[in-house]
């Protein structure tokens, strides 16, 4: 029931740093999309694009050797990230992407603006996390990131992706993006060309499924997690991440014993298997029809 390793082909190159800001900083840039296409069940009112695995992995190569000087000297960044006050992941994922942009010798993106709003007399019609000039194709592109966590439940269809609040949904995500984050024309008196959404983090099935089919459009690219909501034997030896570390653990463990959280992140000591604890009441746990 436990055995969940998915497989050591694939390509994680953020593990190779000591520093945790830094192995984060290189997960926010080398790690795929976690969805590889937009679901064509989607019904898009504004499309937008998602940037293919081979985009990512070019742009970590040829910010690699930076990457590999702040492991050595962190402290840029570490200044840069003390600007954040919030504890959210999802704004310590923006600020990651940010400081990457803002190292522009190392990618082909001139950063235009970040976090701009636009406004309409008294009313604020909505931001725009990032718009850029891509300086290979000269076009004005607007991106939107999110980090996000999600758990299949049911027949694993885009309606039965769950966040741990269970009003934040992978459907309900999607339809922002398309309904109202990519609305605009231009920004900062610049057209826009190209619209793309940044989604990374981690999808998880549920640990009991058996005949359910993965849909096309999840990235099998990107290390699936798992969750349930029993304890796993003490053979299986995990342990508690910390809160930062779900977007990337730390080189050493953060704990020696896990101590079983429900919503809690956990990491087996000797495989690259993530497991997320629940409490059963809150969940749905008919997998099937």
Request: a neutral charge; charged letters at 20%; glycine letters at 4%.
């Amino acid at each position: 029931m436990f055995a969940l390793n998915q497989g050591s082909d694939l390509d994680e190159p953020w593990l190779q740093f000591k520093n945790l800001l830094v192995r984060q900083l290189a997960f926010c840039i080398a790690s795929p999309n976690i969805l590889a296409a937009i679901p064509a069940e989607l019904v898009l009112k504004h499309s937008f694009q998602l940037h293919d695995n081979e985009t990512w992995a070019r742009h970590f190569q040829s910010y690699h050797s930076r990457l590999l000087y702040l492991d050595q000297h962190p402290q840029e960044l570490e200044t840069f990230l003390q600007q954040l006050k919030s504890t959210r992941l999802g704004l310590r994922f923006e600020m990651f992407i940010w400081f990457w942009l803002l190292d522009q010798a190392y990618h082909p993106y001139q950063l235009l603006g970040h976090s701009i709003q636009k406004i309409a007399g008294p009313k604020t019609l909505g931001e725009l996390d990032f718009l850029l000039l891509n300086t290979e194709t000269n076009q004005i592109e607007h991106w939107e990131v999110a980090l996000k966590y999600y758990l299949a439940e049911r027949d694993f269809s885009l309606a039965c992706w769950y966040g741990l609040n269970r009003s934040d949904t992978l459907i309900r995500k999607l339809n922002h993006f398309s309904q109202k984050q990519f609305q605009f024309e231009d920004a900062l008196e610049y057209k826009i060309k190209s619209r793309f959404a940044v989604l990374k983090g981690q999808l998880y099935l549920p640990v009991a499924h058996t005949q359910q089919v993965i849909p096309a459009w999840v990235n099998l690219k990107r290390r699936l997690g798992y969750w349930g909501s029993e304890i796993p034997p003490k053979t299986a030896a995990y342990y508690r991440l910390d809160r930062q570390e779900w977007i990337c653990p730390a080189s050493h463990m953060s704990s020696e014993t896990a101590y079983w959280w429900v919503n809690g992140l956990y990491l087996q000591k000797d495989a690259p298997n993530f497991y997320m604890f629940r409490h059963a009441p809150l969940l749905s746990l008919n997998f099937t029809h």
